[in-house]
């Protein structure tokens, strides 16, 4: 080689046409972001030159009772929807799984419809479900109210987690199970001892692909939800159909920092998990 | 080997039961209710009667409906191709980038897609709106123009004019873009990644150039994995709500728009029922286009 720094043929991100594009590419993915977050704490009105310091935008969408409500409401509805997504998507990757039984590829395409349907189509078909065939008790105490939207959301998250459970088992050893069983453990033993700690990681993983899925919904619980039973995205989208406002901006920031950390701490815990697992099937 | 479900009917049924059990009733079910009001019609104020006409269908594809179904697919197309030309050059990039450098360009490019929707399409109309940050640039810009003209003694320029990058077709696509970049830059990524790199190697050098190298070497192979980033980004966009209510204006509505106003305002459902069915079909079609496409190139799997 000539130069010793040189790119070589394929370090394509050596090159400076290539660096220039993907600077150009993560500005365009960053820079409303960062200006969003940045602008929540500019002391103006008008949100467009900069003026100081402030986070009273922050105190007013602290103080902001519906704000307060809406984010508590789907913070609730993400928890308990990712519990039920998680429990379901696995049960059906287990048995998809283990069994092989007529109708399976019809049940195999039932739980890819959710996936690939389009959410308005599932928007709608909720709210015509909850209108005429279950519909939801008004009136009912915090968090039963919250039923209607926790249902839909479990329906499209659930097979979210079963692709990612089912992607992972198929890297399980089926001697281990017939080993356990030659040892003598029951099936529930063998479920608990064996399979579910190879299943861990994916676990994990299903649990925080579906609390996103669920805290990022708009479209569904836009059809989904009643008056009284408000999401942080369909309060925020009722507020920005009136006007860009600082408030929105420090909401908005306030969640997009909650989503970084939780991603930032599910990555880790993943990666921990997943060696851990990897160790525990050795040991046993 | 799988077992089969006869030789432990007990544990079969508690794994697969409450899970099948959820879909049918709480997705197959209200999915088969809008399909059957598809062929019904409004009978009084809240009832529908399923009568098993084709109206419906009939009226979905009369002109001013049918054009709404023409521009949103070409909005959709629009997007998934600047998507795969902006987005392929990125997914390159991050295939032959060091390990370290690679994980964290993954990381910037899903960042994003874990915030919320909502937010990223009002971070965009902030940007975009007259007395936003791009027209507060162009004005600066203008200003010092204007001041520069007068230095040197020419005509003034006159006040600036905002450009109107909001509620319009242009501010949709950017948006749809900005939303589904994504979600092409990953299944790119994942399949040049598998690329066996000591190809191109050869390619480059038998003296084939980077660009005869990329379209006749890297395209064709990655063929796959540009069909299902195409496909991921095409279905979402084809569906979407949420960019254009909020950043496009009154022509730029898609299908979307229009199904939820015939659930939420007009009230006509049965119509509403046929356009989505109408939106799921060709959501299917796009699909199963790629399915056999896929099937053609050896690679696929």
């Given amino acids: 080689m000539a130069k010793r720094n040189a790119p070589g043929p394929l370090e394509y991100l050596r090159r400076w046409q290539m660096q220039a594009w993907l600077a150009a590419v993560f500005i365009f993915l960053y820079a409303p972001l960062i200006a969003l977050m940045a602008f929540s704490f500019n002391d103006s009105r008008r949100n467009i030159v900069w003026k100081g310091f402030t986070l009273k935008y922050y105190e007013k969408a602290l103080n902001n009772d519906g704000l307060i409500e809406a984010f508590g409401n789907s913070l609730t509805i993400a928890a308990v929807s990712t519990v039920l997504s998680v429990a379901l998507g696995a049960m059906i990757a287990l048995a998809l799984w283990r069994f092989r039984f007529p109708g399976k590829p019809a049940v195999d395409g039932a739980l890819a419809l959710p996936i690939v349907v389009p959410e308005i189509c599932m928007g709608v078909a909720m709210l015509v479900f909850f209108a005429k065939v279950l519909p939801w008790p008004q009136g009912l105490g915090w968090p039963l109210n919250l039923g209607a939207i926790i249902i839909a959301h479990v329906s499209f998250s659930f097979p979210f987690v079963a692709v990612v459970v089912r992607a992972r088992m198929s890297s399980f050893n089926r001697e281990m199970e017939e080993a356990a069983r030659d040892l003598g453990a029951g099936e529930f033993r063998t479920i608990r001892d064996v399979i579910l700690p190879h299943m861990a990681p994916s676990l994990v993983a299903g649990a925080l692909l579906a609390f996103t899925l669920s805290l990022d919904d708009f479209v569904i619980t836009f059809f989904t939800a009643g008056p009284d039973t408000v999401t942080f995205p369909v309060k925020v989208y009722s507020m920005v159909r009136f006007s860009v406002t600082p408030e929105v901006n420090a909401a908005s920031t306030i969640l997009i920092v909650l989503t970084v950390i939780l991603t930032a701490v599910a990555l880790k815990l993943q990666g921990s998990s997943a060696a851990t697992a990897g160790h525990g099937g050795e040991k046993s | ?301």
């Fill in chain 2, 1 to 301: 080997m799988e077992q089969s479900w006869k030789q432990a009917k007990a544990v079969f049924a508690a794994a697969l039961g409450p899970p099948l059990f959820w879909l049918v009733l709480f997705f197959l079910v209200p999915l088969a209710i809008v399909w059957a009001y598809s062929f019904g019609h409004n009978d009084g104020l809240t009832d529908i009667a399923i009568t098993g006409t084709f109206k419906n269908y009939a009226r979905a594809i009369e002109p001013l409906y049918l054009k709404i179904f023409i521009k949103s697919a070409w909005v959709a197309a629009i997007t998934t191709g600047l998507c795969l030309v902006i987005g392929f050059p990125v997914a390159l990039a991050i295939t032959f980038a060091s390990d370290k450098a690679k994980t964290w360009l993954l990381l910037l490019i899903m960042l994003p897609f874990w915030t919320n929707l909502l937010i990223r399409t009002y971070a965009l109309i902030a940007v975009l709106r007259t007395e936003g940050y791009v027209n507060m640039g162009l004005e600066w810009l203008w200003k010092g123009g204007g001041t520069l003209a007068a230095l040197l003694g020419l005509q003034p320029l006159g006040d600036f004019q905002p450009l109107e990058l909001l509620h319009n077709n242009f501010a949709v696509i950017l948006g749809l873009i900005y939303v589904h970049l994504p979600f092409m830059v990953l299944p790119l990524y994942s399949a040049l990644d598998r690329l066996d790199k000591s190809l191109l190697e050869a390619s480059l050098d038998l003296g084939a150039g980077h660009m005869r190298t990329l379209f006749k070497i890297v395209v064709p192979l990655a063929l796959p994995g540009i069909a299902s980033g195409v496909l991921i980004t095409f279905i979402p966009a084809l569906g979407a709500y949420l960019t254009p209510d909020l950043l496009g204006g009154p022509d730029s509505q898609m299908i979307a728009n229009v199904i939820e106003r015939q659930f939420k305002r007009a009230n006509d459902w049965p119509f509403g029922a046929a356009m989505s069915f109408l939106l799921m079909y060709m959501t299917f079609i796009a699909i199963a286009i790629q399915a056999v496409l896929s099937r053609k190139t050896p690679e696929a799997k």
